[in-house]
């Protein structure tokens, strides 16, 4: 059965960093992997998805990278702002074709 | 832009009570989904459905009934709700476009078992 991790849990960096968030899975034989952003209280939306024949997707200041041998995905933040604090989270679709998903990575950017 | 509605968007109801969860999409997908996510940790799959008339159990999926008798319909029943039940609940509908299926969310709706 899939699992899904992600580290750190929780992370909170000041106004204009850039980040790195964690997202690791037990079984490489994924159909995609995607990143969701949660704001408190509210449903998923989502950031980029990667096939597993990409190695990464870029959106603006966001970039996913995809390793399936080594079973990880990074999301990279450029320049942090504020509004970007929120919670991250990812998902491997396997071979069911159904998301498999991590907790999350609460990120918090303070000014 | 996916449009995905959920209704209520909150519940508190007592213990026993049977509850029906509204989910509506407007975008003709065939896939839908419904998670609970409990503050700070995964989503955990209840009940998914491939089409119309097509309905399958996910992880959590024992107390609750789904149903979809339209392609834009998929409503989560639960027959007696406990405060175990107390969480919030996520529907989702995806399609396939280009080589890529996207997850869409809906606004969850939180539920309060007294």
């Known amino acids: 059965k899939q699992e899904v991790t992600q580290i750190p849990a929780a992370l909170s960096v000041p106004e204009g960093e850039n980040l790195v968030l964690n997202c690791s899975f037990t079984d490489s034989a994924i159909y995609n992997l995607q990143w969701f952003r949660q704001d408190p209280g509210k449903g998923l939306t989502s950031l980029l998805l990667?096939?597993?024949?990409?190695r990464e997707q870029t959106s603006g200041r966001l970039n996913a990278s995809l390793d399936k041998s080594s079973g990880r995905s990074t999301l990279y933040i450029a320049a942090s702002q504020p509004g970007d604090s929120a919670t991250y989270l990812c998902a491997a679709t396997g071979g069911s074709y159904i998301p498999t998903f991590g907790r999350g990575t609460s990120l918090i950017v303070h000014p | 832009e996916a449009d995905i509605y959920q209704t209520p968007r909150y519940l508190v109801i007592g213990t026993g009570k049977k509850i029906t969860l509204e989910c509506s999409q407007t975008m003709g997908h065939d896939k839908m989904y419904w998670y609970q996510q409990d503050p700070g940790m995964e989503l955990h799959l209840i009940h998914y459905?491939?089409?119309?008339?097509?309905?399958e159990k996910g992880d959590l999926s024992s107390e609750s009934t789904v149903s979809r008798i339209r392609t834009e319909h998929f409503p989560l029943t639960l027959e007696s709700a406990r405060p175990s039940h107390t969480s919030q609940y996520l529907c989702a509908s995806s399609h396939y476009y280009q080589g890529q299926e996207t997850q869409y969310f809906g606004p969850g709706t939180r539920l309060l078992v007294l």
């Open positions: 459905s491939y089409g119309v008339n097509s309905t």
């Open positions: 990667i096939q597993s024949s990409q």
